[in-house]
């Protein structure tokens, strides 16, 4: 599939959010069985949380949760990605399952939590036929980056693991889902929002190799999500 997708206009952010929270809702009604979906941090995807939480009537007992990335915080930093959706969305649901990152221990080694979670509950490489998530919900970056892959750091050319420490780049270490865990995915929904990353949007969409994003080779449908200013329109 092309990275390029679709791509969906809306009027600005509140409505981004209140589609991207309805896309998400039907993907989960429509499903038979286990729901994997993959969440990122962010300021952008915190309006479809909300909106997401007060969906009650969703199967959400059917519903798996997983991180994209986090930063090398404690669970209760203000910094912390899985702080911001729990305190969005799982404060309000009852998931099936909440397979958080937590990194712990010492920081030349954080992503064993993270690893131990998809191996134990995905099984081990090579990949199952069917992709390792039903949805992921990714934001960009004006510099590029989606999830922690960071523009210039040793993790873009990591395709051997599913999940890998990003040490530097950023003022934090972080913990990402590499490209073959990103790109197993039957739906990547981007969500884009601001002026500040029409330029960079448009060049991801073309696969401009120069930007994480733009590198990515998904197995599965891809739709951008994106408000007028994002979009140019």
């Known amino acids: 599939m092309s990275i390029a997708g679709r791509i969906e206009i809306v009027k600005d952010l509140e409505t981004l959010s209140v589609q991207a929270a309805e896309l998400i809702a039907d993907h989960i009604r429509e499903s038979s069985g286990p729901y994997r979906l993959a969440l990122s941090g962010g300021n952008t995807p915190r309006g479809c949380y909300r909106y997401l939480a007060h969906l009650h009537q969703l199967p959400w007992d059917q519903v798996e949760i997983f991180q994209c990335d986090e930063r090398f915080v404690p669970p209760d930093n203000p910094d912390s990605n899985y702080h911001m959706i729990r305190d969005t969305l799982l404060k309000s649901i009852a998931p099936r399952g909440v397979f958080a990152c937590r990194p712990t221990g010492r920081l ?16 081990q490489a090579p990949w199952p036929p069917p992709p390792l998530f039903d949805l992921q919900l990714l934001g960009l970056g004006e510099d590029g980056h989606t999830a922690s892959l960071i523009p210039g750091q040793p993790v873009l050319d990591n395709r051997a693991d599913w999940v890998a420490a990003v040490p530097q780049g950023r003022d934090e270490v972080r913990l990402t889902l590499t490209y073959p865990a990103l790109e197993s995915s039957r739906l990547i929904l981007f969500l884009v929002s601001g002026a500040a990353k029409r330029d960079v949007m448009a060049r991801a969409r073309a696969g401009d190799q120069t930007l994480p994003a733009g590198r990515l080779r998904p197995q599965g449908e891809v739709i951008w999500l994106a408000d007028r200013a994002a979009a140019g329109a």
């Open 108 to 123: 030349g080694r954080p992503r064993a939590p993270m690893k131990r979670c998809c191996v134990s509950n995905m099984g």
